[in-house]
């Protein structure tokens, strides 16, 4: 009688220890072998100025190659991406492409996301940390007022710019035969979206001749307003050609890039 108490206590206690397993879903997710390649996580977007217009832009596109995601317990449906920066994200049929596309045209440090889905509906992704910097070349030629410079530090990443860099070039347009040339007196005002000044420089130019000026600041709040270079002549009688190259960056804490190589190879086959 004993015995058999026991033995009816051991199929209950199994039973039960059946019933606390993992649903089909997460079972599936299990089964998922997120293997996803990427040869970037960092870049700039490049805008060109000439003369206080637009003239340019060049946008970041970063890939993201699923081809080798497998799943042993269900089969895959769909592959995304999620931008991090407010946008849906991107989704593609699995059976169709196993490649997505993420274009970048604004600045930011993003929490990007991807990941497959299955036909059961389990889902396995992953979180990266993606650097998106600002490049924007600046042109003002024979002016003898500069036009101001907007720099759009706001941003729809997580967090705000480390830091604004500037070069900037004032070129002195030398007269022909230098003849009633003169030298012209610049200055450099690098300011915050609460109009303080950041950085400042000034230089006297002689006809015929350039100075360089470089100025950095930060950090910039994610939500701040624009920052503006201002560049200012002592006089309305000489000409000028400005040259500014002006960076905004953010802080280097984006994740690893995962490029597939011929040794990545090697172990897949494992």
Not at 47 to 70: K, P
Not at 87 to 104: F, G, L, P
Not at 214 to 229: F, M, T, Y
Request: net charge negative; glycine share 10%.
């Amino acid at each position: 009688m004993r015995n058999g108490v026991l033995l009816t206590l051991l199929l209950i206690s199994a039973s039960l220890a059946g019933c606390t397993g993992t649903s089909g879903d997460e079972a599936a997710a299990d089964g998922v072998d997120l293997k996803v390649y990427y040869d970037e996580t960092v870049g700039v977007v490049e805008q060109t100025w000439r003369n206080g217009q637009q003239t340019g832009s060049q946008s970041v596109t970063l890939t993201f190659d699923f081809a080798r995601v497998t799943s042993t317990d269900d089969p895959l449906v769909a592959f995304f991406v999620a931008p991090g920066d407010g946008r849906d994200e991107i989704v593609t049929d699995a059976n169709q492409t196993a490649s997505i596309d993420v274009e970048y045209a604004t600045h930011g440090l993003y929490a990007l996301t991807y990941g497959a889905r299955t036909e059961g509906g389990a889902e396995a992704s992953e979180e990266i940390t993606v650097r998106i910097d600002l490049r924007i070349d600046w042109q003002d030629t024979g002016t003898t007022n500069p036009d101001d410079a907007t720099i759009r530090v706001m941003t729809d990443g997580t967090q705000g710019v480390d830091r604004v860099a500037v070069s900037s070039t004032v070129a002195n347009i030398g007269n022909v035969g230098g003849v009633f040339g003169r030298a012209v007196s610049a200055t450099w005002e690098l300011v915050d979206g609460s109009d303080g000044l950041r950085a400042t420089g000034s230089a006297q130019i002689a006809d015929g001749q350039e100075e360089t000026w470089e100025g950095s600041s930060g950090p910039a709040e994610a939500a701040e307003g624009d920052w503006v270079l201002r560049i200012t002549l002592d006089t309305d009688d000489e000409q000028v050609t400005v040259t500014s190259v002006i960076d905004v960056l953010h802080e280097e804490s984006e994740s690893s890039a995962q490029p597939f190589t011929s040794d990545q190879s090697e172990v897949d086959k494992i």
